[in-house]
Protein backbone atom coordinates (compact mmCIF):
# COMPACT_ATOMS: atom_id res chain seq x y z
CA UNK A 1 0.00 0.00 0.00
CA UNK A 2 2.83 2.23 0.73
CA UNK A 3 4.48 1.21 -2.25
CA UNK A 4 1.21 2.21 -4.68
CA UNK A 5 1.12 5.65 -2.69
CA UNK A 6 4.49 6.22 -3.50
CA UNK A 7 4.41 5.24 -6.85
CA UNK A 8 1.32 7.77 -7.38
CA UNK A 9 2.85 10.44 -6.05
CA UNK A 10 5.75 10.03 -8.26
CA UNK A 11 3.73 9.87 -11.18
CA UNK A 12 2.03 13.05 -10.11
CA UNK A 13 5.18 15.08 -9.86
CA UNK A 14 5.97 13.39 -13.59
CA UNK A 15 3.07 15.02 -14.70
CA UNK A 16 2.79 18.08 -13.29
CA UNK A 17 6.39 19.19 -13.98
CA UNK A 18 5.94 17.45 -17.58
CA UNK A 19 2.89 19.61 -17.95
CA UNK A 20 5.12 22.58 -16.98
CA UNK A 21 7.83 22.26 -19.27
CA UNK A 22 5.03 21.92 -21.92
CA UNK A 23 3.36 24.61 -21.26
CA UNK A 24 6.81 26.71 -21.17
CA UNK A 25 8.20 24.95 -24.38
CA UNK A 26 4.57 26.07 -26.13
CA UNK A 27 4.77 29.47 -24.72
CA UNK A 28 8.29 30.39 -25.44
CA UNK A 29 7.60 28.49 -29.19
CA UNK A 30 4.70 30.53 -29.71
CA UNK A 31 6.61 33.73 -28.77
CA UNK A 32 8.46 33.60 -31.79
CA UNK A 33 6.08 33.58 -34.28
CA UNK A 34 3.83 36.68 -32.70
CA UNK A 35 3.82 38.89 -35.63
CA UNK A 36 5.42 42.37 -34.45
CA UNK A 37 3.82 45.97 -34.97
CA UNK A 38 6.43 48.24 -36.95
CA UNK A 39 7.54 51.44 -35.57
CA UNK A 40 8.52 54.29 -38.16
CA UNK A 41 10.39 57.19 -37.63
CA UNK A 42 11.16 60.00 -40.09
CA UNK A 43 13.59 63.01 -40.36
CA UNK A 44 13.40 65.62 -43.14
CA UNK A 45 16.15 68.38 -43.35
CA UNK A 46 13.51 71.44 -44.61
CA UNK A 47 14.89 74.58 -46.19
CA UNK A 48 13.70 76.37 -42.29
CA UNK A 49 13.37 73.70 -40.36
CA UNK A 50 14.28 69.92 -39.24
CA UNK A 51 11.52 67.71 -38.48
CA UNK A 52 11.24 64.38 -36.93
CA UNK A 53 8.58 61.98 -36.39
CA UNK A 54 7.96 58.39 -34.55
CA UNK A 55 5.06 56.25 -34.98
CA UNK A 56 4.38 53.62 -31.85
CA UNK A 57 1.20 51.18 -32.34
CA UNK A 58 1.33 48.49 -30.24
CA UNK A 59 -0.92 45.98 -28.84
CA UNK A 60 -0.88 45.09 -25.08
CA UNK A 61 -1.02 41.30 -26.24
CA UNK A 62 -1.30 39.85 -29.66
CA UNK A 63 -5.63 39.37 -28.95
CA UNK A 64 -6.10 42.20 -26.70
CA UNK A 65 -8.78 44.41 -28.00
CA UNK A 66 -6.66 46.55 -25.65
CA UNK A 67 -3.76 48.99 -27.71
CA UNK A 68 -1.40 52.02 -27.69
CA UNK A 69 -0.92 54.85 -29.97
CA UNK A 70 1.44 57.97 -29.86
CA UNK A 71 2.51 59.89 -33.20
CA UNK A 72 5.04 62.51 -31.61
CA UNK A 73 6.30 65.26 -33.76
CA UNK A 74 9.46 67.86 -33.31
CA UNK A 75 10.33 70.48 -35.61
CA UNK A 76 13.35 73.16 -34.84
CA UNK A 77 14.80 76.42 -36.74
CA UNK A 78 18.42 75.83 -37.90
CA UNK A 79 18.71 79.13 -35.50
CA UNK A 80 17.55 77.40 -32.50
CA UNK A 81 14.82 79.85 -32.49
CA UNK A 82 12.63 79.24 -29.49
CA UNK A 83 9.38 80.35 -31.59
CA UNK A 84 10.06 77.73 -33.82
CA UNK A 85 10.27 74.89 -31.21
CA UNK A 86 7.58 72.61 -32.27
CA UNK A 87 6.27 69.78 -30.35
CA UNK A 88 3.45 67.30 -30.51
CA UNK A 89 2.58 64.28 -29.14
CA UNK A 90 -0.35 62.50 -27.84
CA UNK A 91 -0.08 59.59 -25.68
CA UNK A 92 -3.60 57.06 -26.05
CA UNK A 93 -4.76 53.89 -25.14
CA UNK A 94 -7.29 52.50 -27.43
CA UNK A 95 -10.01 50.05 -27.24
CA UNK A 96 -10.72 48.33 -30.58
CA UNK A 97 -14.54 47.12 -30.44
CA UNK A 98 -15.85 46.60 -34.02
CA UNK A 99 -13.75 46.03 -37.45
CA UNK A 100 -10.99 49.11 -36.46
CA UNK A 101 -13.41 51.29 -34.65
CA UNK A 102 -12.31 51.87 -31.05
CA UNK A 103 -12.74 54.28 -28.19
CA UNK A 104 -9.34 56.46 -27.15
CA UNK A 105 -8.34 57.96 -24.04
CA UNK A 106 -5.15 59.31 -22.71
CA UNK A 107 -3.06 62.88 -22.97
CA UNK A 108 -1.61 64.96 -25.41
CA UNK A 109 0.75 67.67 -25.24
CA UNK A 110 1.01 70.61 -27.40
CA UNK A 111 3.61 73.52 -27.12
CA UNK A 112 0.83 75.86 -28.70
CA UNK A 113 -2.54 74.58 -27.03
CA UNK A 114 -0.86 73.32 -24.02
CA UNK A 115 -1.55 69.77 -22.19
CA UNK A 116 -4.77 68.34 -21.40
CA UNK A 117 -6.73 64.79 -21.23
CA UNK A 118 -8.20 63.60 -24.12
CA UNK A 119 -11.00 61.29 -24.45
CA UNK A 120 -12.78 60.45 -28.62
CA UNK A 121 -12.81 57.74 -31.24
CA UNK A 122 -10.73 56.12 -33.63
CA UNK A 123 -10.88 54.38 -37.16
CA UNK A 124 -7.77 52.59 -38.58
CA UNK A 125 -7.40 49.98 -41.31
CA UNK A 126 -3.90 48.57 -42.85
CA UNK A 127 -3.13 46.48 -45.73
CA UNK A 128 -0.20 45.89 -47.66
CA UNK A 129 -0.64 49.13 -49.80
CA UNK A 130 -2.76 50.86 -47.23
CA UNK A 131 -2.81 52.49 -43.96
CA UNK A 132 -5.22 55.54 -42.72
CA UNK A 133 -6.34 55.90 -39.46
CA UNK A 134 -8.42 58.88 -38.30
CA UNK A 135 -9.24 60.06 -35.09
CA UNK A 136 -10.99 62.73 -33.20
CA UNK A 137 -10.51 63.87 -29.84
CA UNK A 138 -12.02 66.30 -27.24
CA UNK A 139 -9.91 68.27 -25.05
CA UNK A 140 -10.80 67.69 -20.97
CA UNK A 141 -8.99 70.21 -19.79
CA UNK A 142 -10.68 74.00 -19.29
CA UNK A 143 -9.76 75.16 -23.13
CA UNK A 144 -12.36 72.75 -24.32
CA UNK A 145 -10.75 72.05 -27.60
CA UNK A 146 -11.56 69.72 -30.27
CA UNK A 147 -8.90 67.73 -32.39
CA UNK A 148 -8.83 65.94 -35.74
CA UNK A 149 -6.26 64.39 -36.89
CA UNK A 150 -5.29 61.66 -39.61
CA UNK A 151 -2.27 59.75 -40.93
CA UNK A 152 -2.44 57.86 -44.72
CA UNK A 153 -0.33 56.11 -46.79
CA UNK A 154 -0.68 54.46 -50.06
CA UNK A 155 2.19 52.21 -51.01
CA UNK A 156 1.80 50.21 -54.16
CA UNK A 157 4.72 47.98 -56.09
CA UNK A 158 6.38 49.94 -58.76
CA UNK A 159 8.57 46.64 -58.72
CA UNK A 160 9.48 43.36 -57.12
CA UNK A 161 11.58 45.12 -54.13
CA UNK A 162 10.30 48.84 -54.37
CA UNK A 163 7.31 50.60 -53.49
CA UNK A 164 6.29 54.24 -54.11
CA UNK A 165 5.62 55.55 -51.08
CA UNK A 166 2.65 58.81 -50.44
CA UNK A 167 1.83 59.97 -47.42
CA UNK A 168 -0.97 62.88 -46.86
CA UNK A 169 -0.88 63.79 -42.82
CA UNK A 170 -3.38 66.30 -41.05
CA UNK A 171 -4.23 67.54 -37.53
CA UNK A 172 -6.30 70.42 -36.39
CA UNK A 173 -7.28 71.76 -33.21
CA UNK A 174 -10.18 74.19 -32.56
CA UNK A 175 -10.60 76.11 -29.45
CA UNK A 176 -14.28 75.70 -28.62
CA UNK A 177 -14.64 77.91 -26.07
CA UNK A 178 -13.44 81.08 -28.37
CA UNK A 179 -14.42 79.45 -31.83
CA UNK A 180 -11.06 79.91 -33.17
CA UNK A 181 -8.17 78.04 -35.00
CA UNK A 182 -6.07 77.21 -32.69
CA UNK A 183 -3.34 74.77 -34.35
CA UNK A 184 -2.79 72.58 -37.64
CA UNK A 185 -0.85 71.51 -39.98
CA UNK A 186 -0.82 69.31 -43.16
CA UNK A 187 2.36 66.61 -44.14
CA UNK A 188 2.83 65.51 -47.34
CA UNK A 189 5.09 62.66 -48.38
CA UNK A 190 6.19 61.56 -51.86
CA UNK A 191 9.04 59.28 -52.74
CA UNK A 192 9.97 55.38 -52.86
CA UNK A 193 10.15 52.75 -50.29
CA UNK A 194 13.23 50.13 -50.38
CA UNK A 195 12.16 47.06 -48.14
CA UNK A 196 12.42 49.21 -44.72
CA UNK A 197 13.90 52.52 -46.66
CA UNK A 198 11.59 55.36 -47.65
CA UNK A 199 12.74 58.90 -48.92
CA UNK A 200 11.99 61.65 -51.17
CA UNK A 201 10.43 65.29 -51.13
CA UNK A 202 8.51 66.24 -48.11
CA UNK A 203 6.24 69.52 -47.25
CA UNK A 204 5.01 70.59 -43.94
CA UNK A 205 3.05 73.43 -44.03
CA UNK A 206 1.90 74.43 -40.39
CA UNK A 207 -0.25 77.06 -39.20
CA UNK A 208 -0.83 78.65 -35.41
CA UNK A 209 -3.56 80.74 -33.54
CA UNK A 210 -6.30 82.29 -34.34
CA UNK A 211 -4.52 84.86 -37.42
CA UNK A 212 -3.34 81.20 -38.50
CA UNK A 213 0.73 82.24 -38.99
CA UNK A 214 1.81 80.17 -41.51
CA UNK A 215 5.19 78.50 -41.17
CA UNK A 216 5.53 76.33 -44.74
CA UNK A 217 8.63 73.57 -44.63
CA UNK A 218 10.29 71.96 -47.78
CA UNK A 219 12.58 69.55 -47.87
CA UNK A 220 13.73 65.72 -48.41
CA UNK A 221 12.50 62.84 -46.02
CA UNK A 222 14.03 60.03 -44.88
CA UNK A 223 12.43 57.33 -42.78
CA UNK A 224 12.89 54.02 -41.84
CA UNK A 225 10.70 51.29 -40.48
CA UNK A 226 12.04 49.76 -36.83
CA UNK A 227 10.51 45.46 -36.67
Do not use: C
Not at 86 to 115: E, I, R, W
Amino acid sequence: MIFLTKLIFRLKTIILFGTLFLGIFYFGHAQEFVPKVPTPVEFMAGNNRLFFQMVVKKKFTPQSKFGFLSVATFSSSYNNQKEDLDQVMPVLVNYNFYKGFGLVAGTTVNNVVGFSPVVGAQHSVANREWVAVTIATFFLSSSKNAELFGIYEYKPKVSPKTNLYTRFQFMYVHGIQQNHHARSFLQLRSGLKLNDLSFGLGANLDQYGPEKTFKPNYGLFVGWVFQ
